[in-house]
């Protein structure tokens, strides 16, 4: 039972007869020391409430907290800390986080007294509505710790009503606050898919031609209009393919679907498309989109305009539409 009674009911019951119990001033008889040891037993049994574990805004013992709602809705008055000069216990405990962690709202004094022990403070016998702590905390860094001071308060039942730190970084080593997730990495830049823009060779050049001069006024035109569209525009880089009809040998073919994207990209160049990020190939008749088999040549040639083309392809950076 011994165990069980706080600091005063200890000295009363270390008392020999006639003695006089500090938190009463004066003495006490047989009949009385005996009566001042049921009411400390029955005072540690007559608790109850609702507890609360928040930080005095202030790091100052002494200072109080803001008055602030308790568990039933009620207000509560501002929270004072004594000086830890004044504690019985000054250099106070290393206390399981484990037991902190269960305080809860309705606790008794016998509860809280088998979680933290006696409170470090004389607080009194009869009635007593506080119990204070001092606990310390090892921050992890060597030996080092920080000093705590935690206040208890019961309700007119003497239940557990609230608990407070002197300090937030106290009540972060019981509940450490959750640690907001970072945000996920941006996605990395999607480069557009290439634009084509497909050009008939029969509208940008004279019929079996490929040079500069043989471009039409037609085609001059519409080159012009590209021209300045990749100008104003953040491009990666600008491929001209030529080609083809089936006509000829694949070598001629080869060769004129050169000459042709050739001419447009120094044509584009020439209308102020940066020459490092143009580019020409020729495809000869490889890549066909109709398939003719017109028996008259005039008829064939004309079914095979389609696959006489030349192809701009526009790369767009990454980020870009």
């Not at 006639?18 to 004066?26: M, N, S, T, V």
């Not at 040998?249 to 209308?271: G, H, I, K, M, P």
């Not at 490889?286 to 028996?295: A, D, S, T």
Request: aromatic share 6%; glycine share 8%; hydrophobic share 35%.
């Amino acid at each position: 039972m011994s165990e069980q009674i706080p600091h005063a009911c200890r000295a009363a019951a270390a008392l020999p007869p006639g003695g006089a119990i500090p938190a009463l001033g004066r003495p006490v008889g047989g009949s009385r020391r005996s009566a001042a040891l049921a009411a400390c037993v029955v005072a540690l049994t007559v608790l109850g409430g609702c507890s609360m574990f928040r930080s005095s805004p202030s790091s100052s013992p002494s200072a109080a907290a803001p008055s602030a709602a308790n568990g039933n809705g009620a207000a509560q008055s501002a929270v004072t800390f004594p000086a830890r000069d004044s504690a019985s216990l000054k250099e106070g405990t290393f206390v399981n986080l484990d037991n902190l962690r269960q305080m809860i709202p309705g606790m008794t004094k016998t509860q809280v007294y088998d979680l933290l022990g006696p409170p470090h403070f004389s607080e009194g016998v009869f009635g007593v509505r506080t119990w204070n702590y001092i606990f310390n905390f090892r921050t992890g860094n060597g030996n080092e710790f920080i000093t705590c001071q935690y206040q208890l308060r019961f309700d007119k039942e003497m239940r557990t009503e609230a608990g407070n730190w002197n300090r937030r970084e106290c009540a972060d080593f019981v509940f450490p606050r959750p640690v907001a997730a970072p945000p996920p990495p941006a996605p990395a830049p999607v480069k557009p898919a290439p634009r084509q823009i497909t050009l008939g060779a029969d509208a940008l050049f004279a019929f079996d031609r490929s040079d500069l001069a043989s471009i039409s006024p037609e085609g001059r035109r519409r080159l012009d209009e590209i021209g300045k569209e990749l100008r104003s525009v953040d491009v990666e880089r600008v491929r001209v393919i030529g080609h083809a009809d089936r006509l000829g040998s694949a070598a001629y073919n080869d060769r004129l679907s050169e000459e042709r994207a050739s001419t447009v990209v120094r044509y584009l160049v020439n209308a102020g498309v940066p020459s490092g990020q143009i580019s020409s190939e020729g495809r000869g008749s490889r890549e066909p989109v109709v398939q003719c088999n017109q028996r008259s040549r005039s008829e064939l040639i004309a079914c095979l305009a389609p696959n006489r083309r030349v192809v701009i392809e526009i790369h767009g950076k990454a980020g870009t539409s």
